[in-house]
């Protein structure tokens, strides 16, 4: 793989880092690239495509903490692999700097073209290994104040919740000394869920699956042997066996997955006997397992959505949501996004009595309608209804030129497959070693859509 030019801007346009690894590309491609991606947003309606070319030259790029990581060449070369790259390197920067954002970028930039002159050598990517860099790399980063960190990512939906779970894997380096010399041994990880589900008119579930990972950080001194105790009854593939050939031991259990692959630290010697995973973990973050399930599970909400005529130019559209899940559970930062047709001009809301924490907009140029819930508790049940006012009279099926209701959701300390770790092992180096082990979990929505 070689690339021409790697920079990181702002959701501004800012360009915050920037390396020009060959000299072959005209001067000002961060401005065309930028221009690129805001006409895209404003005259195609929506964002721009990961890979697109301008005048023989192929921009990549990815979103990451709300900063956009751009990768240039004229060679013909995979995208999926330049795109991996720059998620990796993302990955890799995060690691050193503790926090991704853009006020540890410009504090750090010292340290982060340190970075990358040697991932990268004339283009050609050398390593993206956290671990391998730590040889390479003398500066020690400048840490941002913890006020000042943005609320994105899993560290965020965890500080807001149970207090004994704290975040400091998430907001420290992995080469930064701890303060007065102390150093607090811990490892977390993290099973991460995204859902895709699609509801009928009448409630039914159409299709469902779930993209899952287990996701590790260590911070432990020696790096020690970790064992991850995952589910008895876990079924690798519906008839027993998944794509890469592992076998299951005990037939069809409570948690089928479809497909996995894991980290090539793993070692599976025991996995198909007890379901346990062996590694020494790498420094910074990684993907410990990914796995996907398209068996049936119990989805988190329900949705169901109605709009119909209730005169000429009128119309009312009912969306209502069940929490499916255990009253303990709470669901953060819902919206609920409704299209309506093209001709509609006004919108009314009705809300339940006592409603706290709800929002309501209509936005007309996109013609579509947010109900934002700032939490729903497992078990509760709300509905909003909009009367909606069009400026011309309907024509054919008002179903066909409105919807489908779309989804949005964060629940921490909850997953919908089931899949759990039932223990963390950790082979201690000293007696006085006794690490903290965080386990914790999150589902979120990938496509959680319901038609109307």
């Not at 954002?101 to 002159?117: A, G, P």
């Not at 998430?170 to 607090?184: D, E, H, L, Y």
């Not at 469902?208 to 020690?224: R, V, Y």
């Not at 559970?329 to 609920?336: E, M, P, Q, S």
Request: charged share 25%; glycine share 6%.
């Amino acid at each position: 793989m070689m690339i021409s030019q790697f920079f990181v801007l702002s959701q501004r346009g800012d360009n915050i880092i920037f390396r020009d690894y060959r000299g072959e590309l005209p001067k000002g491609s961060t401005e065309i690239f930028f221009r690129k991606v805001k006409f895209w947003k404003e005259n195609e309606g929506g964002d721009a495509p990961p890979v697109f070319n301008v005048d023989g030259v192929n921009y990549f790029h990815v979103k990451v903490a709300g900063l956009l990581f751009v990768a240039t060449t004229r060679v013909n070369i995979s995208p999926s692999l330049v795109l991996e790259f720059l998620q990796r390197n993302a990955r890799v920067i995060k690691d050193y700097l503790g926090v991704l954002n853009e006020d540890s970028l410009r504090k750090n930039f010292v340290l982060v073209y340190e970075l990358l002159d040697e991932i990268i050598d004339f283009g050609c990517v050398q390593t993206t290994s956290t671990e391998v860099l730590k040889s390479y790399v003398f500066n020690e980063p400048l840490m941002i104040e913890a006020a000042r960190l943005p609320s994105l990512g899993p560290a965020a939906i965890f500080a807001k919740g149970d207090k004994r779970m704290p975040v400091t894997a998430f907001t420290k380096s992995v080469i930064a000394n701890q303060p007065r010399g102390r150093k607090r041994e811990e490892i977390f990880v993290d099973v991460i869920e995204k859902i895709s589900l699609t509801f009928s008119s009448s409630g039914y579930i159409l299709t469902s699956e779930i993209d899952g990972t287990i996701q590790m950080k260590s911070f432990l001194t020696g790096n020690p042997e970790i064992r991850l105790a995952l589910n008895d009854d876990l079924s690798l593939g519906r008839d027993g066996r998944s794509t890469y050939g592992y076998t299951s031991s005990s037939g069809a259990g409570a948690v089928i997955l479809d497909n996995c692959n894991f980290h090539e630290s793993v070692h599976l010697d025991s996995f198909d006997n007890d379901r346990t995973l062996t590694l020494i973990a790498p420094d910074g973050e990684f993907s410990v397992m990914n796995y996907r399930i398209t068996e049936e599970f119990r989805p988190p909400f329900r949705i169901n959505a109605l709009i119909e005529e209730v005169g000429q130019l009128k119309a009312e559209v009912i969306v209502k949501v069940r929490a499916e899940f255990p009253s303990s559970i709470t669901a953060n930062t819902v919206l609920i996004e409704v299209p309506l047709p093209a001709y509609t001009s006004r919108v009314t809301f009705e809300l339940e009595p006592g409603a706290v924490g709800v929002t309501t907009d209509f936005k007309e140029s996109s013609k579509k309608i947010e109900w934002g819930l700032k939490k729903i508790v497992g078990g509760s049940e709300h509905t909003v209804r909009a009367k909606l006012t069009f400026s011309q009279a309907m024509h054919g099926n008002i179903t066909k030129e409105a919807g489908p209701v779309n989804m949005t959701f964060i629940i921490p300390m909850y997953n919908a497959s089931g899949l759990e770790v039932k223990y963390l092992q950790i082979e201690k180096k000293a007696s006085t070693s006794n690490p903290y082990r965080w386990v914790r979990y999150v589902t979120n929505s990938n496509s959680y859509v319901a038609r109307l």
